[in-house]
T-cell receptor, first 111, second 112 residues
Framework: RKEVEQDPGPFNVPEGATVAFNCTYS??????FFWYRQDCRKEPKLLMSVYSSGNEDGRFTAQLNRASQYISLLIRDSKLSDSATYLCVVNVATGGFKTIFGAGTRLFVKA | DGGITQSPKYLFRKEGQNVTLSCEQN?????MYWYRQDPGQGLRLIYYSQIVNDFQKGDIAEGYSVSREKKESFPLTVTSAQKNPTAFYLC???????????FGEGSRLTVL
């Protein structure tokens, strides 16, 4: 089993749709959680950190469920410019820390 | 503007040649990393460094070497021992290992 697993995708949605991405992690020593966005042939960019209380940034909402070891990202009112790959990232305490990337979920938003 | 600068953006290499990819950051971050990404694949850690003059192997260090002589700089050398070096190389930094990563724009290496 992979340490961080994401929905395989791709997701194809119309503009204006609400789309949710799920991510599960296997290591209970996971300490911090993030969603990154990666455009084709570009570097990943931090979209948002994920906090236990949940957090929102405009159309984006991230939630963390430590009991179920599950992270989600909700995008409301999808725009064409939201088309990208979304990466779930987890930092695990292993003596030091280890950063583990999910394989990513590709989103296509169509007009 | 603070950030991470990678160079060159595109690089072509003949088989058997070593190449060095540059990574410089002015974010005053202690930790720096090198990742490799192959088409349609996730990121794999090559090397990381938490402080100057110290670095650790990641998951795929074979055929690569690094140095960390200055806090701002973490160059990666792709040696001729790396059997399949064609890939997208990403440098990143963070304040410490439990914080978010900031990436450079990447260097795309092609072996001819």
């Amino acid at each position: 089993r992979k340490e961080v697993e994401q929905d395989p995708g791709p997701f194809n949605v119309p503009e204006g749709a609400t789309v949710a991405f799920n991510c599960t992690y296997s290591n209970s020593a996971s300490q911090s959680f993030f969603w990154y966005r990666q455009d084709c042939r570009k570097e990943p960019k931090l979209l948002m950190s994920v906090y236990s209380s949940g957090n929102e940034d405009g159309r984006f909402t991230a939630q963390l469920n430590r009991a179920s070891q599950y992270i989600s990202l909700l995008i409301r009112d999808s725009k064409l410019s939201d088309s990208a790959t979304y990466l779930c990232v987890v930092n695990v305490a292993t003596g030091g820390f280890k950063t583990i990337f999910g394989a990513g979920t590709r989103l296509f938003v169509k007009a | 503007d603070g950030g991470i600068t990678q160079s060159p953006k595109y690089l072509f290499r003949k088989e058997g040649q070593n190449v060095t990819l540059s990574c410089e950051q002015n974010l005053n971050h202690d930790a720096m990393y090198w990742y490799r990404q192959d088409p349609g694949q996730g990121l794999r850690l090559i090397y990381y460094s938490q402080i100057v003059n110290d670095f650790q192997k990641g998951d795929i260090a074979e055929g690569y070497s690094v140095s960390r002589e200055k806090k701002e700089s973490f160059p990666l050398t792709v040696t001729s021992a790396q059997k399949n070096p064609t890939a997208f190389y990403l440098c990143a930094s963070s304040r410490d290992r439990n914080r978010e990563l900031f990436f450079g724009e990447g260097s795309r290496l092609t072996v001819l």
